[in-house]
């Protein structure tokens, strides 16, 4: 069974960091596709940023610049640093694996997701 868990979320000032963490069981990140979309509330899923099973990486035009998404193969971790934090990023954060195409857009559309992380970002 996988099963994604998140971790790393808080509440912040605009202009901090945070780093949120994805780890799994019953999965191999090493051999798919997996990312990262948010949802503020009254709001649509919205893909944050991918990384591909050869590593490469894809990112949201909102983010791009300010966010890091990579992974440890031997811990079976994802991550997501996040800097230059703006009250905007605020959402639920959630790990997602497995879209239909290694995409942003798809992530929303993932196999497997976990039951997020809250992000919380004041000016």
């Known amino acids: 069974q996988v099963q994604l868990v998140e971790s790393g979320g808080e509440s912040v000032q605009a202009g901090g960091s945070l780093r949120l963490s994805c780890a799994a069981s019953?999965?191999?990140?090493?051999?798919?596709?997996m990312g990262w979309f948010r949802q503020a509330p009254g709001k649509e899923r919205e893909g944050v940023a991918a990384i591909d099973s050869d590593g490469s990486t894809i990112y949201a035009d909102s983010v791009k610049g300010r966010f890091t998404i990579s992974k440890d193969n031997a811990k079976n971790t994802l991550y997501l640093q996040m800097n230059s934090l703006k009250p905007e990023d605020t959402a639920m954060y959630y790990c997602?694996?497995?879209?239909?195409?290694?995409?942003?857009?798809?992530?929303?559309?993932?196999?497997?997701y976990g039951q997020g992380t809250q992000v919380t970002v004041s000016s």
């Open positions: 019953g999965y191999t990140y090493s051999s798919y596709c």
């Open positions: 997602a694996a497995e879209p239909p195409l290694c995409t942003v857009v798809a992530l929303r559309w993932s196999t497997y």
